[in-house]
């Protein structure tokens, strides 16, 4: 099977894997594990980064946007509407009509989304002309529509935001990816290089991760490990993996022995 680049809006990218910018111990070492993963989209949250362009602290003077395409995101955003006014202030600032639409239901424990705010939202930046990568449950229907809505991509979650607990229901992120034709990233739950290349074995086409590379023993070693795990994951699931049998196959043919 031939592979091609990763498309978004329009948009080709080599890597398949997308990653934040928060959580790191200190900037060199982001700078360094941002290197090593290779990725060509980084994800930025409007509401808890410094805007102003002016001041030494701001994410406008550590991060190379001539490297980097820049994948705002509305983290902290509770109902469509809030999630709508920061999408535009993140467009008004240079940000760009990339966005990746987040709506939070569940803020105290599970960080869940707000299946219902976030369709609501994304239809209103969709017709305000944005690119919109919805972070959404592993919900097969929703994901068809909002694929119909005119969504770039759908995100659903692998398990909670931050567990590390890795890919809790692999069936339904499986069939999602056959039953829509945009990209389907995985955002939320990856632990370990093993859950991302999993993901990406199922069929999904990307996937977007922070805190397990962010906090990591070594960020930037684990950066490194998620990539090739990106890599062995889509390599694999071109090759086409033998079905599962309830019983052993031999590795060599028996008929025609010899003795």
Known sequence: MVDRPLSIGGREFRSRLLVGTGKYPDQDTAAAALEQSGAEIVTVAVRRVNLDRDAPDSFWN??????????????????????????????????????????????????????????????????????????????LVLCQRLEQLGCAAVMPLGAPIGSGLGLQNPLQIQLITEAVSIPVIVDAGVGVPSDA???????????????????????????????????????????????????????????????
């Open 197 to 259: 290349a999993l993901a990406m074995e199922l069929g999904c086409d990307a996937v977007l991760m922070n805190t397990a590379i962010a906090q990591a023993r070594e960020p930037v070693r684990m950066a490194r490990a998620m990539r090739l795990a990106i890599e062995a994951g889509r390599e694999a699931f071109l090759a086409g993996r033998i079905p599962k049998r309830r019983y052993a196959t031999a590795s060599s043919p028996t008929d025609g022995l010899l003795v």
């Open 62 to 139: 550590t991060l190379s946007l001539e490297r980097y395409t820049l994948l705002p995101n509305t983290a902290g955003c509770s109902d469509a509407q809030q999630a709508v006014r920061t999408a535009m202030l993140g467009r008004e600032v240079g940000m760009g009509d990339l966005v990746k639409l987040e709506v939070i239901g569940d803020p105290d424990r599970t960080l869940y989304p707000d299946n219902q705010a976030t369709f609501e939202a994304a239809k209103v930046l969709i017709a305000e002309g944005f690119t919109v990568l919805p972070y959404v449950s592993d919900d």
